[in-house]
């Protein structure tokens, strides 16, 4: 695949997080990457994400702010914004390096504001914390 069309790929599956992630823009053996988790695969992954999800009234929208793409790398600035079963609203940053394998995500590295998440989600699990 060409660059922009990487880039347009990793748009779409972080637009994707705000809802049913789609699975089909990735490879099967997808790793993913985050603070707290070290590398974990797509089952872990996915027990994180409904863990998550499990914290709110409703799906949590991400909006893009930014995007770099070079060769099978592209860079994604987000936010979230979604409201809490608390009552509280979850707005959180993020920067996604995505990688890819024969035009499919092959890996994802998070990297967000972790204070911020222990503040608003804590008590928190995280399948494979401390890898």
Known sequence: MSTEENRRTALKFVESMGGKMDLSLTTEDLQWWGPRMGF????????????????????????????????????????????LKNGKTYNNTYHFLIAFRDGKICLVKEYNNTAYAAAALEPWVVPGEGR
């Open 40 to 83: 974990i695969d797509i089952a872990d992954f996915l027990k994180v994400i409904e863990l998550f999800d499990a914290k709110f009234e409703r799906h949590v929208k991400m909006t893009v702010s930014g995007v770099t793409a070079e060769g099978d790398r592209v860079a994604v600035e987000a936010e979230s914004h979604g409201l």
